[in-house]
Nanobody, 113 residues
Framework: QVQLVESGGGLVQAGGSLRLSCAAS????????MAWYRQAPGEQRELVAT???????YYDDSVKGRFTISKDNAKNTVYLQMNSLKPEDTAVYYC???????WGQGTQVTVSS
């Protein structure tokens, strides 16, 4: 059974950094592709970054050059390092296996101007 627990969110000033963690269980992140998504108030959930089992990464243009997705296969954990944060990055951030409909509780990121 898939379970996802996101953590690491918080309140940060513009230009600051946060590192999000996603502890996954039920499927190995060394095999399955994982993604980070975010959902701002009143908006649809959007894809932020993905990482394949082999480690190939993809980033949405809005975060390219500022965010880095990575994973620790031994810990079955995926990370999202977020630098140079902007107020428009404010959202609830979720991780998930690509194609899965089971979601965790997410972690709130708030960036003040």
């Amino acid at each position: 059974q898939v379970q996802l627990v996101e953590s690491g969110g918080g309140l940060v000033q513009a230009g600051g950094s946060l590192r999000l963690s996603c502890a996954a269980s039920g499927r190995s992140v060394s095999i399955y592709s994982m993604a980070w998504y975010r959902q701002a108030p009143g908006e649809q959930r959007e894809l932020v970054a993905t990482i394949e089992g082999r480690g190939t990464t993809y980033y949405d243009d809005s975060v390219k050059g500022r965010f880095t997705i990575s994973k620790d296969n031994a810990k079955n954990t995926v990370y999202l390092q977020m630098n140079s944060l902007k107020p428009e990055d404010t959202a609830v951030y979720y991780c998930n296996y690509i194609g899965s409909s089971t979601w965790g509780q997410g972690t709130q990121v708030t960036v003040s101007s």
